[in-house]
């Protein structure tokens, strides 16, 4: 009769339990929850997860536990998933079952066999973006799931996790948001160190709202003695609990094991640890058991009897009667409920220790012979099938190092199979490893090594490896050779390239595109075309559009020839962005269109790249409806296929800028609030941040506008694509306008100006930063010309000036077809400014840039048009009727818009001219709210502090605001009490810093 050492009465725990319960309830709400349960080895960390289970599982909650294996790094990916997963088949009928997998059939399937047939297709090239669509597939089944049944999905012993496990836990963390789950995570607390691979994503994890920690610690003396309560059936002896508590310290599994090796009958020489308890326990078995038992602890911690039996060198019913020994002596337990029988060690430490006792010799046959069986011996039905990593991890033990090196390879194109990037990649530097200590290992590896190099540098990539990518990559080149097949050659520089490409590296890109073309003049159009399509990306990263066109045409040129139709897409887009680029719209959309069209149904990569460039032309050439129709279509498209997490933060931002630019920037920051878009890991999360830096500096929320554009600046390295460096230079000039820094905003734009190889044909730069370096020299002249600084005035204009020179240099030699109204606003918007540059502000200009704005559909620059004509109006005495109604155009547009900034330019125009805004508004319709102001300034002091800190004297300010001098000196006296300064730099200094000079606030009255 098997003796009880596991307590049937749940002990302790109560507030732990209680925390899982809660989380259970949060998500039949609809809260999901993960929860992380940490504690030493055998605190009990198991039994509370088992505990939840058999209270949920009686209200209808489906539970299902996986477990992560001890092989390390060599384990096989998603074990502890794929563990959950399969026991679904035996849960749920066929037809259930195919409805709830879905879309997602094809690639779970692949992941978990036992879920259907399909899923086979081979991975000829790693990507992330195949990954990517596996974990949004999971997240799909596994919501489909809770929304039938509450879903706790428990992954055991995540400090054994291999990297992809650790990536898919990361993911569901971050990525459940309605779902009707729980995902729960054990790890040993005490097995972690500082480079622990578990250790970064548990920081990670600290960082996301759902995640909650538990940690157990050990039991005190009255849970103690509870626990051996329930062992013994009766009340221990107070001696007994004291003497085992102090041996223990508290630990449960310490407890059990205390018992079994017979402390409750007064034993005093009882081992020290539970190793050494272990050890003693299986020593009183029989010779026949402990020698199963070493068998079974080579196996792992659970083991099926037919393969025990395969191994053990004994008769059926003789290792039957072993087997029954070491259940009743509470070593191993039989699983509950599975087929076939199979067995575990009632904990690891059993295992761990009985492992540990083993000689070297011991180790290396048993490795061998088990290798040796799964290899030949796979089931076909029913038991768990051993994956390739496994049986390479047991020939690697057994130091079979040919056997190894080839079990090795097939790992990883098992890995890889189901999109384990990181395991693939691990797997094959073993090759690499293995391959110089192992004869004839071309033959083994059915390859040569610069293949399992090539295999090694993509896997790595798509890990996310990329310095070792690169490494790879050019070790690959290396042991090819001058001399090495052309072909070949090409391929390998061009994956180099990209590599290099993601890594930020455009230079070292095109460096290795150049070598490698350098080779190509006798090789395969279609390797040549590939590298020449290379290139034009290349150099359209480099803002080197002319050199884009003809690299593109050359390439579309080979690729025609080689009749490769994906070649030819590609070749297509870069043509067409090229062209967009240097201003030939409607031939560059056009190209873009037909590479569209050939790609639809292609790779998933192509296609997104196609939607992105084709949006981006779309909105440079003011086209912003069609751009934000087909970025919607194309956020729709990747979220279904499962690659949003890949492309969206690329795809979103060229939905955003036109949603901002035809004024729609509530829709805009919804996508920019989207938790979906990874905030690190890709080079478009950099124009994320810029896109909410820039909204929020029209909107006047400064701080944000800052954090935003320090998490930008940490994306962008000087080695990344000199594109980057224009897109974040135009949100640093924003952020410096909106902070009053106008001498730095001119300084970045006027370099980034500069950089241009060819900027009157460079349609990116006169969309994005002439306009804005133009309004910011006119801003500065007007300033200047305030605090009568006539030196600064003529730099000035004479920087102004050249801007609009090259405006009209543009429109000059531009291809209107296409892009005719963008133009129109660009030059009237141009000319406007020059008038404000030369001091006398033209409303007849701004009434014509209002005109070309409302013409493209941007409110925000025709609202800020209405404001400078109105301001113009006024300045010369112009017709006062005008100059209102311009004025309560600009206020609805800033009003509709949420443009802070603009609206209190607007008001105080108004102010200042006493233009009455609000005529409409009813007795009982509430003054608009405004924020507080933390100095108590009035409107007007507000007004008053705004020239003040543009240097402005007492009696200039009056003329600008309709008052005396007397009266304006009156107002900075106030100022300067209530902000608490001596002097008008303090005042000017302070406004800066909390943005008070901005927009007029809510204050008490005058």
């Known amino acids: 009769m098997t003796r009880r050492i596991t307590s049937p009465v749940f002990v302790g725990r109560r507030d732990e339990l209680q925390s899982l319960s809660d989380a259970v309830e949060r998500a039949r709400r609809g809260e999901p929850s993960v929860v992380l349960v940490a504690g030493e080895a055998g605190v009990g960390k198991t039994r509370l997860v088992d505990e939840l289970a058999s209270h949920v599982r009686a209200t209808g909650v489906r539970v299902l536990i996986g477990g992560c294996i001890d092989l390390g790094e060599d384990g096989p990916a998603y074990a502890p998933l794929v563990g959950a997963l ?52 999971l997240l799909g089944f596994v919501g489909r799931l809770g929304a039938e049944r509450l879903l706790i999905l428990v992954l055991e012993d995540l400090h054994w996790a291999d990297r992809s496990t650790r990536d898919v836990f990361r993911f569901l963390a971050r990525a459940l948001r309605r779902e009707r789950v729980v995902v729960i995570g054990t790890y040993r607390s005490d097995d972690l160190h500082r480079r622990h691979p578990l250790m970064p994503l548990l920081s990670d994890l600290g960082r996301v709202d759902i995640v909650e920690r538990i940690d157990l610690e050990r039991l005190g003396q009255e849970d103690t003695a509870g626990q051996l309560a329930g062992i013994l059936d009766a009340s221990p002896d107070p001696s007994l609990v004291e003497r085992l508590y102090k041996r223990s310290d508290g630990n449960p599994f310490f407890v059990e094991e205390l018992i079994a090796a017979g402390a409750a009958s007064g034993d005093q020489t009882l081992p020290t640890t539970i190793r050494e308890i272990v050890t003693v326990r299986v020593a009183r078995l029989p010779e026949a058991t402990q020698s199963i038992m070493r068998i079974v602890a080579v196996i792992g911690r659970r083991a099926e009897h037919d393969l025990i039996e395969s191994l053990a060198d004994v008769g059926p019913e003789a290792l039957v009667e072993a087997l029954r020994s070491a259940v009743d002596e509470r070593i191993l337990a039989p699983t509950e409920g599975r087929d076939p029988a199979a067995y575990e060690f009632r904990h690891a430490l059993v295992q761990e220790a009985l492992y540990d006792e083993l000689l070297p010799a011991e180790r290396t046959t048993l490795h061998a012979s088990l290798a040796q069986l799964l290899e030949t011996d796979q089931p076909e039905t029913g038991g768990r099938r051993r994956t390739e990593a496994e049986i390479a991890y047991h020939w690697y033990r057994a130091h079979d190092l040919p056997r190894a090196l080839a079990a090795s390879i097939r790992a990883a194109g098992e890995a890889a199979g189901v999109f384990a990037f990181a395991e693939a990649h691990a797997q094959l530097e073993r090759a690499l490893e293995l391959w110089p200590r192992v004869p004839d290992a071309p033959a083994l590896a059915r390859s040569d090594r610069i293949a399992i190099l090539e295999r090694a540098a993509d896997a790595g990539a798509a890990a996310g490896d990329l310095t070792r990518a690169i490494a790879l990559g050019r070790r690959a080149l290396d042991e090819l050779g001058a001399d090495g097949d052309i072909d070949r050659r090409l391929g390998l520089g061009h994956r180099l390239a990209w590599y290099q490409w993601d890594q930020g590296d455009a230079v070292g890109a095109e460096q290795t595109v150049r070598d490698a073309l350098a080779f190509g003049d006798d090789a395969a159009p279609e390797a040549r075309a590939r590298l020449l399509s290379d290139l034009a990306q290349l150099h359209w990263s480099s803002t080197r559009y002319a050199a884009q066109r003809d690299a593109a045409q050359e390439a579309l040129a080979l690729s025609i020839a080689s009749g490769d139709a994906v070649e030819q897409a590609r070749a297509r887009m870069m043509l067409g962005v090229g062209l967009v680029s240097l201003g030939d719209v409607a031939t560059g959309i056009a190209e873009l269109e037909r590479a569209m069209h050939d790609l639809d149904g292609g790779p998933d990569d192509l296609r997104s790249l196609a939607a992105i460039e084709m949006t981006h032309a779309l909105v440079m050439s003011g086209h912003n409806a069609r751009a934000a129709e087909l970025g919607y279509r194309e956020v729709e498209r990747i979220r279904a296929n499962g690659t949003f997490r890949r492309y969206g933060a690329y795809v979103l931002t060229n939905l955003i800028d036109p949603l901002i630019e035809m004024g729609r920037w509530d829709d805009a920051a919804s996508l920019l609030e989207d938790p979906d878009w990874p905030r690190e890991g890709s080079r478009a999360s950099a124009w994320m941040f810029e896109d909410i830096a820039e909204l929020a500096c029209r909107r006047g929320n400064v701080e944000r506008a800052r954090w935003a554009m320090a998490a930008a600046h940490q994306r962008v390295s000087p080695t990344d694509a000199v594109t980057d460096g224009v897109w974040l230079a135009r949100a640093d000039a ?151 109604a311009a004025l309560h155009e600009a206020e609805a547009i800033a009003e509709r818009l949420g443009a802070r900034p603009l609206l209190g330019d607007v008001e105080s125009l108004a102010r200042r001219a006493r233009i009455e805004l609000h005529p409409a508004r009813g007795p009982d319709e509430p003054a608009r709210p405004r924020p507080a102001d933390p100095y108590g300034l009035s409107v007007r002091e507000r007004e008053v502090l705004k020239l003040v800190a543009l240097g402005q004297t007492n009696r200039e300010i009056g003329e600008a605001l309709f008052i005396s001098e007397k009266t304006a000196s009156v107002h900075v006296t106030h100022i300067l009490d209530k902000l608490g300064v001596n002097s008008r730099v303090e005042a000017a200094l302070l406004a800066a810093r909390a943005s008070l000079a901005d927009s007029p606030v809510a204050a008490p009255a005058d």
């Open 734 to 884: 924003w952020l410096a306008r909106a902070e009053g820094r106008l001498e730095d905003a001119s300084l970045l734009l006027r370099r980034t100006i500069d950089r241009s190889p060819d900027p009157v044909h460079d349609l990116p730069l006169s969309y994005w930063v002439l306009p804005l370096a133009i309004s910011t020299e006119a801003d500065l002249a007007e300033a200047a010309r305030a605090r009568r600084n006539r030196a600064s005035v003529e730099a000035c204009r004479d920087r102004g000036r050249r801007l609009v020179r090259l405006v009209e240099e543009i429109a000059a030699g531009a291809t209107w077809e296409g892009r005719g109204p963008q133009l129109a606003a660009l030059v009237a918007h141009a000319r406007a400014e020059s008038s404000r540059l030369e001091g006398r502000s033209d409303p007849d200009a701004w009434a014509a840039t209002a005109t070309a704005f409302a013409a493209v559909g941007e409110p925000y620059d025709l609202g800020v048009a209405r404001y400078r004509e109105a301001e113009a109006l006024l300045s010369s005495r112009g017709d006062r009727a005008m100059a209102t």
């Open 86 to 137: 399969r026991s679904l088949p035996q849960e749920l009928e066929a037809a259930d079952l195919d409805r709830l997998l879905g879309p997602s059939r094809s690639d779970l399937v692949r992941l978990v066999p036992d879920l259907g047939i399909g899923g086979s297709e081979p991975v000829v090239v790693p990507d992330q973006a195949a990954q990517a669509r596996l974990f949004e597939h």
